[in-house]
């Protein structure tokens, strides 16, 4: 079992963030969008300023291991709404792990996510958080959402927390 931590992304974070994201999902996209690491590594970007400076608009984590290799980041954003609510969410906009860590370490890492969104949904005070998922293969990565209590339509997984108090996002 490999031994990690996590912490809030910064700039020095943003290039292996954008290099895992063309090893690893690039394929999965490369069919529908024209991946474009400029564009990402300038949305990752944003993400850490805004962070920094609107602490309750977006999470971006990342888990590194003791030697500093990057193994698991996840990104979320506040202030979103679905088209039939003015309810305030919180959208998971990635949850991304090593592929060449073992499942079990995978596993943990994805179970962390699932902390750190519900944490900085109390943080933010937003009850609601929403986490999709465009990967062909869906189901284990669902299932841990059904573990925790999310409620599972389609690809989508909806959570609402029962109360909504301040702790700190990681």
């Known amino acids: 079992m490999i031994e990690y931590s996590w912490r809030n992304a910064t700039g020095n974070d ?26 990402y590594s300038r949305n990752i970007t944003l993400a850490v300023v805004n962070q920094f400076y609107l602490p309750t608009t977006e999470l971006l984590s990342v888990a590194r291991s003791t030697e500093g290799r990057l193994l698991a980041y996840t ?4 202030n979103e709404r679905a088209a039939w609510s003015d309810d305030n969410m919180i959208v998971i906009r990635m949850a991304h792990v090593s592929l060449d860590l073992s499942t079990r370490d995978r596993i943990r890492l994805i179970t962390d996510m699932l902390t750190l ?22 189901d284990a990565f669902l299932k841990l959402h059904a573990r925790n209590g999310y409620d599972i339509r389609g690809s989508y997984a909806y959570k609402r927390l029962t109360t909504t108090q301040a702790t700190p996002a990681n």
């Open 117 to 138: 969104w519900e944490n900085f949904a109390r943080f933010s005070n937003t009850s609601i958080i929403c986490s999709t998922t465009m990967r062909r293969d869906q």
């Open 14 to 39: 943003v290039q292996d963030i954008v290099r895992m994201a063309e090893s690893h999902f690039q394929t999965e996209i490369d069919t529908i969008f024209t991946p474009d690491p400029v564009a």
């Open 75 to 78: 990104w979320a954003r506040n």
